[in-house]
């Protein structure tokens, strides 16, 4: 499986993928915002574009789809539940669906709520798993709720799911909040060694060149250290109301609320 991480350089810091079958040289486009640049990539490396995957219907990860289809007559795959929210779906996928790229690749669908009520994640059925996370899971960080989503859900997502993940497996996000993220947990967690040593390496990397595994994330993305003493702690300064042993699931919503605001 050949993974293209594409850097779009604009206000929101989107990466776009291409997944290509190294063997007829199909690719998957996932949330295809800058279409001229997957087109470039793909037309330079003799890639056909035959798919757009939709990780969820927000205007940023749907944006190039109509040129991409234009350009490749690609077929649109999303969220069976985004009929209504993303124009010409070819395929609406559920939890377990199987999408096929070329002779070679498979990608496990997850129906992975909470940034919104139809979101996918795609896991890959290789040696070493990838998970193309949409705006569920970025490095270091969860996504959002403000349009749609539910926080709530969002827990469940990553308790019931992602943290059952390989911890081998590797992550690659739909926006590079590396550096921000990073600096949320050691707001949250000052002591935690492991963040700020990945926030002086990879402050002026490219950011296509960072990946990260579930393992990396479980020591520095705040959202699975729910039970971290010192997350609790500097969370109660925060919220003086928290319970003295607070339930995983209120840590994470609190997590939530401060990095709203953050």
């Given amino acids: ?27 998957l486009a996932i949330d295809p915002l ?7 990539i793909a037309n330079k490396n003799q890639w056909d574009i035959t798919q757009i995957l939709n990780t969820h219907e927000h205007w940023d990860h749907i944006g190039g789809n109509e040129n991409i289809v234009n350009a490749t007559s690609a077929k649109i795959i999303a969220h069976k539940n985004a009929k209504d929210q993303i124009p010409n779906i070819d395929k609406g996928v559920n939890h377990g669906d199987i999408i096929k790229v070329g002779h070679s690749i498979e990608l496990e669908c997850l129906d992975t709520p909470g940034h919104t009520m139809s979101h996918i994640c795609m896991l890959s059925h290789t040696e070493i798993p990838a998970l193309f996370s949409g705006d569920t899971l970025f490095n270091a960080g969860a996504g959002n709720c403000h349009n749609g989503g539910d926080p709530k859900k969002l827990y469940k997502t990553f308790t019931e799911q992602l943290n059952r993940l390989p911890i081998e497996t590797q992550i690659y996000p739909g926006h590079d909040y590396l550096t921000n993220n990073l600096k949320f947990t050691l707001d949250r967690e000052p002591e935690n060694q492991t963040a700020l040593k990945m926030l002086n390496k990879h402050k002026d990397e490219d950011p296509t060149k960072v ?34 042993n607070p339930s995983p699931e209120a840590v994470f919503l609190k997590l939530r609320e401060l990095r709203n605001h953050w």
């Fill in 211 to 244: 990946v990260t595994t579930l393992k990396d994330e479980m020591s520095f993305n705040t959202f699975f250290r729910l039970q971290s003493p010192g997350v609790i702690n500097k969370l109660r300064e925060s919220f003086s109301d928290l319970e003295i």
């Fill in 34 to 40: 800058d279409h001229q640049q997957c087109l470039d």
């Fill in 1 to 27: 499986m050949i993974v293209e991480k594409i850097w779009t350089a604009n206000a929101y810091r989107n990466f776009n993928y291409l997944i290509v079958c190294p063997e007829s040289g199909e690719a």
